[in-house]
């Protein structure tokens, strides 16, 4: 098992434009979670899935975020008619449900809005 | 809301020095776990504590939980440049973690 991964590692993009990332869990890990890192900051909750089920998003997530997770595997979070403030890092990280329940990060997708 | 809030959020020292970081909070967590995070990449697990007092040793670190589970805190001791980085706490609510604002730390040669 590689860990938690996502594609791409960058992204730069003009404002207005969509934006959508990719998270691929540890493969047994029921739980999925997207978080947003700004420079010098702590990452942000913004959504997390229970399997296919998305159980609960953050007030930071706009109508313009949306997140899927079809099969329970893979997750995508995709940003509409971006800004310059959604520039960051996003971060998705897994877990299983049982024991101490630990979170395992992806590298992060560092998104640039011109 | 929970917040957790660390100090110091900023830290320079000689390399052989030992430091602590803290982790507070006025929420209870059921588990808390520090990260490690490298510039332009993901937090990596260092530990996750979950009994009330919980010492937990990584080589020179140490982690201990309060009692409470309210709190904890990450000693190193003879810090070196290695360790230099971003350390981030995380408590564990109902499902979630809520993380830290970060120490961020600089071992000098």
């Known amino acids: 098992d590689t860990g938690v991964s996502q594609d791409p590692r960058h992204k730069i993009t003009k404002r207005g434009q969509n934006v959508t990332f990719r998270c691929d869990p540890i493969s047994e890990h029921n739980r999925l979670y997207w978080y947003r890192q700004t420079l010098g900051q702590g990452p942000e909750f913004l959504t997390y899935f229970q399997n296919e089920a998305q159980l609960e998003k953050s007030r930071l997530l706009s109508d313009r975020f949306s997140a899927e997770r079809p099969k329970g595997s893979f997750s995508t979070l995709e940003i509409q008619r971006t800004e310059q403030g959604d520039s960051a890092m996003y971060l998705c990280?897994?877990?299983?449900?049982?024991?101490?329940?630990?979170?395992?990060f992806g590298p992060g997708t560092r998104l640039l809005v011109l | 809301t929970q917040l957790l809030e660390q100090s110091p959020q900023f830290l320079s020292i000689q390399e052989g020095e030992n430091l602590t970081v803290y982790c507070n909070s006025s929420?209870?967590?059921?588990?808390l776990q520090w990260y490690r995070q490298e510039p332009g990449e993901g937090p990596v697990l260092l530990v996750t504590v979950v009994t009330g007092g919980e010492v937990k040793k990584l080589k020179r670190l140490t982690f201990q939980f309060g009692d409470a589970r309210k709190d904890s805190s990450l000693h190193i001791t003879a810090a070196q440049p290695g360790d230099t980085g971003l350390y981030l706490c995380?408590?564990?609510?109902?499902?979630?973690?809520?993380f830290g604002t970060g120490t961020r730390l600089k071992v000098l040669a």
């Open positions: 995380a408590g564990r609510g109902t499902y979630k973690y809520i």
């Open positions: 990280a897994s877990s299983l449900t049982s024991g101490k329940e630990t979170q395992y």
């Open positions: 929420s209870v967590f059921s588990s």
